[in-house]
């Protein structure tokens, strides 16, 4: 079985990207891709260009940028504040552009929603999708919709496809967060049916209940089925690692995902 991603890692960095450890430790890990987390100070453009010239001369690529999430940036809002929300997403968009990424991930909505205002809440969703499929494609990016739990709107393969429906594959996709997935026995049936509109992934493990952001193997995950999934679509983008990571420094951590990397590509050629 040949596989055709490669292993990265979620992380936030400094407002003063030249004394952030996490950013040089990465650039030494042996890791292919980074996703980075937005925060206000990255819309400085000397930031941007910072981290961009660090990483220049490394084998890290800046795979995606997670755009910032909470009850009030929620692209699901019926009320006043989803201009708001859909504004504040658009200034991760100028981030990834100036970044260099190729991807935003984005999530649909945050939560509870009431099953009373489900279809109103996805129907918006869908409505502010468009508006940010134009700024991505203005940017050059590609937007990513991330799997969620619970109550979430994208909670299942069959509401992701239904915010999607209709949207252009060319600037938005999915992000498959596999911690998310409602039963953990349906991953790899979840890859298939997303198929080729996965573009990029999160990783972690959970015992099956209620995400946990565990390491792989110390949840449920079949991660054997997962990866052989990942290879029947051909997937070939970022085995992006969004999970609590194991070491006491940030060298240690990043050697651990990349062991554990390994690890699941060992167990999946069995």
């Not at 910032?68 to 929300?85: K, M, T, V, W």
């Not at 919709?145 to 999607?164: F, S």
């Not at 052989?228 to 690692?241: R, T």
Request: hydrophobic share 40%; aromatic share 8%.
């Amino acid at each position: 079985m040949k596989y055709k991603f490669k292993p990265g890692v979620s992380l936030r960095f400094g407002e003063i990207p030249e004394n952030d450890e996490n950013l040089y430790a990465l650039s030494k890990s042996g890791l292919d891709y980074v996703e980075i987390t937005y925060v206000s100070y990255c819309d400085n453009i000397a930031w941007t260009d910072s981290v961009r010239k660090i990483l220049a001369n490394t084998p890290i690529k800046i795979n995606s940028v997670h755009a910032p999430f909470s009850r009030e940036i929620d692209i699901s809002r019926l009320d006043s504040g989803y201009d708001y929300a859909i504004q504040e997403i658009s200034k991760s968009i100028k981030v990834t552009e100036q970044l260099g990424a190729g991807i935003l991930v984005i999530h649909g909505s945050s939560e509870p929603i009431d099953d009373d205002d489900r279809i109103k809440r996805v129907a918006r969703c869908r409505s502010s999708l468009g508006i940010l499929c134009e700024k991505a494609k203005s940017a050059g990016i590609k937007l990513a919709i991330e799997m969620l739990p619970r109550t979430c709107l994208g909670n299942t393969a069959d509401e992701l496809q239904i915010l999607l429906e209709g949207l252009p594959v060319e600037y938005i996709g999915f992000c498959l967060d596999v911690n998310h997935a409602k039963d953990h026995t349906k991953i790899p049936d979840i890859v298939k049916q997303l198929g080729d509109r996965i573009i990029t992934l999160h990783i972690s493990d959970y015992d099956g209940i209620d995400e946990k952001h565990w390491m792989p193997f110390k949840g449920l995950i079949d991660w054997q089925a997962f990866v052989n999934a990942l290879s029947d679509i051909e997937y070939n983008g970022a085995f992006i690692y969004e999970a609590n990571l194991e070491g006491n420094t940030i060298t240690e951590k990043l050697d651990n995902v990349l062991s554990n990397f390994n690890a699941i590509l060992s167990v999946a050629q069995r």
